[in-house]
Each structure stands twice: as C-alpha cells, then as structure tokens.
C-alpha cells in the first residue's frame, strides 16, 4: 500500500492561492489514480480532483473548475494541486488519495492538510 503526506497547506485571503502537494512512497506510483478530496467543518468529504496514471486525464469538481489544477510527476513520486482565485467556502481539510485502477475506491490516504481562506 502507498504511503502518502501531504504539505503546502496554510491561512491565505480570499483571491489568493495555494500549492498543496502529496509525497508518495511504498509501491509504484504510476500505478494509483490519484485525487485530491476536502472536508469542510460539518460536511461530508467531497472529491475536489483526480488525475489518470499518466497524467493525461483530468477530471475536477465543478465548485473548483477553472480555478484549481491538479498535476502529477511520476519521476518524484508527487502530485500536486495548485488553488487560485480561492474563495472562503475552499476552506477544508484537503486530502491527497491513491486508487489503484483496479479498485473502485480510493484505499490509500493521506493525513491531511488545512487550507484557510479569509474573506
């Protein structure tokens, strides 16, 4: 199973922006789906993004398009996730996940980091 820590995470005004980003490690990362989810106070935990093996297939939350991109490097082990135009409703929880393609969910998780977005 893929052990995954996420960083990046921090207080910042409405309109600014944010680069979270997940380190993997244990198996071979090309092999994960990757994602991005959040979980605001109260709320059950929603998909923001997630990317294919290869990087080439994206698919985002419609709350986030536009303003959020998700990216991975499968030579570092990383994928990232770069927030602009954040707005106080982005504040959450953000979690970075790993599914690998022959599983419908996603079985691996980080530990999660705070996004604070201040109006």
């Known amino acids: 199973q893929v052990q995954l820590v996420e960083s990046g995470g921090g207080l910042v005004q409405a309109g600014g922006s944010l680069r979270l980003s997940c380190a993997a490690s244990g198996h071979t990362f090309s092999s994960y789906v990757m994602g991005w989810f959040r979980q605001a106070p109260g709320k059950e935990r929603a998909l923001v993004a997630t990317?294919?093996?290869?990087?080439?297939?994206?698919i985002y939350a419609d709350s986030v398009k536009g303003r959020f991109t998700i990216s991975r490097d499968n030579a570092k082990n990383t994928v990232s996730l770069q927030m602009n135009s954040l707005k106080p409703e982005d504040t959450a929880v953000y979690y970075c996940a790993a599914r690998l393609i022959a599983y419908s969910d996603f079985g691996s998780w980080g530990q999660g980091t705070q996004v604070t977005v201040s109006s």
């Open positions: 990317i294919s093996r290869s990087g080439g297939s994206t």
